[in-house]
């Protein structure tokens, strides 16, 4: 009992950091529930049911100061969503030591993905099929959909697998290729990371996965951190903490890694 009220006071703290920036939190999540004691897939399932909630939770706030395109996710995300239903279905091929390692070096890329500095920019007026031109809350913008739809399918499915979000990925992905403005990124693929953590959940519990015991006080904990950031995020600019999150997520990968080390020595 000791050891579930300290993972959610865990979760709760990561929640409303990581919706302060519009990002998921799977990334830390499951190396938290692992922490205490989690097998590697229980808690890869019980972070994508925690991702759901939060994002949904998130979007309710981002929604009112219209930062979520919607057009946009639902252009974005439904390559994301497919294969995430199929990795988290087929993660249990995997053995937890390779999840662990995969988990890893996606880690390692988020982090410097999010050392990379971003401005919000416009890509100009691309009159080409498969380049779509966006008006959106007084922004214009080009999305690339032969570059974006690709990315967003391979990021859900390795998010499926292991349990993340992938909004690590879909941030710098909008911004840097898209040339969508980071407020508007933000809020969009929180909107993203919900339909990406369900259909994730959907295929670990539908393998057995589902920890009920785990799951529920780790999401109720989790919603209140993410209405908590939710509304700090409005009063906050992303940019200000991208590089301690880009640090912290290293960190994460480093935790990742020794982790699986100690799981295959053991």
Sequence with gaps: ???????????????????????????????????????????????QCILFLTAISASLVFQGSRTIDWKLALVLDPPTDVMALVGGYFAHLLSGGILKFVFAALLVLAGFLMLRPVKDRSLGKRRRWGFWQRRFAGHEYTVNLWLALPITAATGLVAGSVGISGGSFKVPLMVLACGVPMRVAVGTSTAMVAATAFMGLVGHAAAGDFNPAWAVPMSIAAVAGGLSGGAFSLRTRPQDLKTVFAYTTLGAAAFMVVNALFTIGG
Excluded: D, E
Aim: proline content about 4%; glycine content about 12%; some cysteine.
């Design 1 to 47: 009992m000791v050891i579930v009220i300290a993972a959610c006071v865990a979760i709760f703290a990561i929640s409303a950091l990581m919706m302060m920036t519009g990002r998921g939190g799977g990334n830390f999540y499951v190396p938290v529930l692992v922490a205490f004691g989690l097998p590697m897939l229980q808690a890869a399932t019980t972070g």
